[in-house]
């Protein structure tokens, strides 16, 4: 399986714009420096784009551990919050998670959202960010 999308760029960094959009066609978005380094409505970050992709691969991560371990979830919501410092990079990720699980007590839970962090293909492509779990609660 390969995922792909484009970017068409046009202008330098400062001034420029352009349109990412997912092979699948099923979204395009507009992206710009100043939505990159200020924040903008309307106007994605290739961040955001980010912590789209590491929230729903943690999801899929906890759900699959749970249902092996014998607690399938019932509902799994993730948030994930990307920071991005211009002229750093990427400087951290902070994941929260809240789930239905019956039959499984907190710290099980706390357990299998740990271990969903460190072992969804996400969180390992991006081992150089620090990546913390900030909040793991049962629903």
């Known amino acids: 399986m390969i995922s792909t999308a484009r970017t068409e760029w046009a202008g330098d960094l400062m001034s420029g714009s352009g349109t990412t959009t997912l092979a699948s066609g099923v979204a395009s978005f507009a992206v710009n420096w ?54 750093e990079g990427i400087t951290g990720i902070e994941l929260a998670v809240v789930a239905s699980v019956p039959g499984i007590d907190q710290e099980a839970f706390a357990a299998a959202a740990l271990d969903a962090k460190t072992n969804c293909p996400v969180s390992q492509a991006l081992r150089a960010v620090p990546i913390e779990l900030v909040e793991a609660t049962l629903a």
Request: net charge negative; charged share 15%; with cysteine.
């Open 34 to 87: 100043k939505a990159r380094s200020e924040g903008a409505d309307a106007t994605t970050t290739p961040e955001e784009l980010l912590a789209a992709a590491h929230a729903s691969c943690y999801s899929m991560a906890l759900s699959h551990g749970l249902a092996q371990a014998g607690t399938p979830p019932t509902a799994v919501t993730t948030d994930v919050r990307v920071t991005f410092v211009a002229g």
